[in-house]
């Protein structure tokens, strides 16, 4: 089998193709490669989606403010993506609708309609309502917004993601697939010997490191991505990063209705407001441009009152930093196109292809969580001469759902309601938690539970030991921070003495992870 534990030493094992980097790029290409019949090897130094993925604004969507700087490319693409992403795994993704105020002395609103209607066409809109106008003096949509300030609006469609999982479950499908996903796996050296690379990599829990051997290296380091070019790859790249801090917060929620706001500032940034785990209000982003170890990257106490004080510029009640529940930031790497302010950076992807000693080493600038299945695609093509890769499946991952989104997009309410059903202790709430984080993988590891007792110990907020064994078993989550921040996002439900309870019960309990269900197609 493909799947080994970590700190197994592959001696004469050659991997068509080794992946430093465990975000949505890199497990996107993963997932690929590996449908396509090629051997994948891909480490991460931390957990699944630890980076810059898990601290997006939780959006599939096309960007409608890139129109602004002329990225109509872009936007197109993601456009496209945000419907093909949405069927392969609508359990973590779902509509949403945007509320978009106008208000003189910033755009005009015969720009704002122009700019909806490319929204709508140019991306092939088939599922998603339309643009339509708003009267906020009698739609509910206007009642939070300070009143008599803002009479009319635009509301468009985009997409909300839970983008740590999207992550998580796209490793899984790879390793499902015959990928080897290593997390806590660090890559310390790189060589070239005889045209194949060689990838000294070191399990950061217990020190052992062993030697993984590849045609084809994808550098998916994300803010890292330089980095890994100075371990030894022997590439002078040409390419530079741009490291741009994105931060947000959350607040208890801030109103009923289930639309989102997109407000405009008259520094020329956009912040949203997004309704966010039933209970709370997401508010987001910032963008500065950032120095220094984006593992230690937080939100500010300036970005936190920039963003309380831009959204009390529409909102009847006032957000204050006192209100605040929860922040996060994260660093988006983002290909340095020379833009004089971080906001105006391109969120589009670039590659640069080195061939030091005769193997394609290929290392990925910027992208967006929306355009990753793309990005894995164009990063295929560039390395096909040099893998082989199999035409005939060119685009399968458009197609073939990701694990538990085998359902159609409007199917996710009934299979809460059938959980609900079948597991009559399940509350409402608890069901379509699980719905929406598993999706019909869910009785994978509820099984024939009759009761909450038979799902072992609880840990608070409906998270079971069940689940828990689930998570450490076939989604490598070794820690109580990976399963309430990322896998579950009950961090803000739970209590310190919760979470802490959580990773000592983790401590003292092996799990074994789960080996790949299907072996890759080999070329020999």
Same mark, same amino acid.
């Given at each position: ?7 197994t030493?592959? %001696?004469?094992?050659?991997? =068509? ?6 975000g949505i790029?890199?497990?996107?290409i ?12 891909l ?9 810059t993925?898990s601290w ?10 890139y129109l602004?700087?002329y ?7 993601? @456009?496209?993506e945000?419907?093909i ?9 779902r509509? %949403?609708?945007?509320?978009l105020?106008?208000?003189?002395g910033?755009?005009p ?8 209607? @490319?929204?709508?066409h140019?991306?092939g809109?088939? @599922?998603?309502p ?6 906020l +003096? ?8 300070v ?9 468009y469609?985009?997409?909300f993601?839970d983008d740590a999982?999207? #992550? #998580? ?11 080897e996903?290593r ?10 010997? =005889?045209?194949i690379?060689?990838?000294k ?6 020190g052992v490191?062993?030697?993984? $051997?590849?045609?084809? %290296?994808v550098?998916a ?18 390419a ?18 289930d ?7 008259s ?6 407001v997004?309704?966010?785990?039933d ?5 987001g ?14 939100a *500010?106490t ?5 963003l309380?004080?831009?959204?009390s510029?529409y ?9 605040v ?8 790497p ?6 004089s ?6 969120r =589009?992807y670039?590659?640069e ?5 005769g193997?394609?080493?290929l290392?990925?600038y ?6 990753y ?6 990063a295929?093509?560039? @390395? ?6 199999f $035409?005939?499946?060119?685009?399968w991952?458009?197609k073939?759902?990701?694990?538990g989104?085998?359902?159609?997009? *409007?199917a996710?309410?009934a299979?809460?309601a059938e ?14 938690r ?9 009785v $994978? ?5 009759k009761s ?11 998270? +079971?030991e ?11 989550a070794?820690?109580?921070?990976d399963?309430?921040?990322?896998? *579950? $996002? ?9 979470i802490a309870?959580l ?9 074994t992870?789960?080996r790949?269900?299907?072996e ?5």
């Amino acid at each position: 089998m493909n799947g080994r534990a970590p700190g197994t030493r592959h %001696l004469d094992k050659i991997f =068509d193709l080794a992946i430093i980097g465990g975000g949505i790029n890199g497990c996107g290409i993963a997932r690929d490669a590996a449908g396509r019949g090629n051997s994948v090897f891909l480490c991460e130094m931390n957990d699944l989606a630890s980076g810059t993925s898990s601290w997006s604004t939780k959006l599939v969507h096309g960007g409608l403010r890139y129109l602004v700087y002329y990225e109509f490319r872009l936007v197109r693409e993601a @456009l496209i993506e945000r419907e093909i992403l949405w069927q392969i795994a609508p359990h973590i993704i779902r509509p %949403l609708r945007f509320v978009l105020p106008h208000h003189s002395g910033l755009r005009p609103a015969w720009l704002l309609r122009l700019g909806l209607f @490319l929204y709508d066409h140019i991306g092939g809109r088939n @599922l998603l309502p339309p643009t339509r106008s708003v009267d906020l +003096t009698r739609d509910e949509v206007g009642r939070p917004l300070v009143p008599n300030r803002y009479t009319r609006a635009f509301e468009y469609s985009d997409c909300f993601v839970d983008d740590a999982r999207l #992550v #998580v479950l796209t490793a899984r499908d790879a390793a499902d697939r015959g990928a080897e996903i290593r997390t806590r796996t660090r890559a310390v050296a790189i060589r070239q010997v =005889d045209g194949i690379w060689h990838v000294k990599v070191e399990d950061t829990s217990g020190g052992v490191r062993s030697t993984i $051997k590849a045609r084809a %290296l994808v550098n998916a380091g994300g803010p890292w991505v330089e980095d890994v070019l100075r371990s030894g790859a022997g590439v002078n790249a040409r390419a530079k990063v741009r490291l741009v801090q994105g931060s947000h917060i959350v607040v208890r929620k801030l109103y009923a209705h289930d639309r989102a706001y997109m407000f405009q500032n008259s520094d020329g940034r956009i912040v949203f407001v997004i309704p966010y785990q039933d209970d709370f209000t997401l508010i987001g982003t910032t963008d500065r441009d950032f120095d220094g170890d984006p593992s230690k990257v937080k939100a *500010s106490t300036e970005e936190i009152k920039y963003l309380c004080d831009s959204v009390s510029e529409y909102l009847a009640k006032p957000v204050s930093p006192e209100d605040v529940v929860w922040t996060y930031a994260g660093v988006r790497p983002l290909y340095d196109d020379g833009a004089s302010e971080a906001k105006a950076a391109t969120r =589009d992807y670039v590659f640069e292809l080195d061939t030091p000693g005769g193997a394609p080493m290929l290392s990925i600038y910027g992208g967006k969580i929306t355009t990753y299945r793309r990005l894995a695609e164009e990063a295929l093509e560039r @390395l096909a001469p040099y893998l082989g890769s199999f $035409k005939a499946k060119e685009g399968w991952t458009g197609k073939s759902p990701l694990p538990g989104g085998d359902m159609d997009v *409007s199917a996710v309410a009934a299979l809460s309601a059938e959980l609900a059903r079948n597991y009559p202790f399940l509350t409402q709430a608890h069901a379509s938690r699980l719905a929406h984080a598993y999706g019909t993988r869910a009785v $994978k590891w509820l099984g024939n539970a009759k009761s909450l007792d038979d799902l072992g110990l609880s840990f608070g907020a409906g998270l +079971t030991e069940s689940e828990v064994r689930h998570l450490m078993a076939h989604e490598w989550a070794r820690s109580a921070e990976d399963i309430v921040w990322r896998r *579950s $996002k009950l961090g803000l439900r739970l209590s310190v003495g919760e979470i802490a309870a959580l990773q000592d019960w983790i401590a003292a309990n092996h799990v074994t992870p789960e080996r790949p269900l299907l072996e890759a197609g080999r070329r020999k």
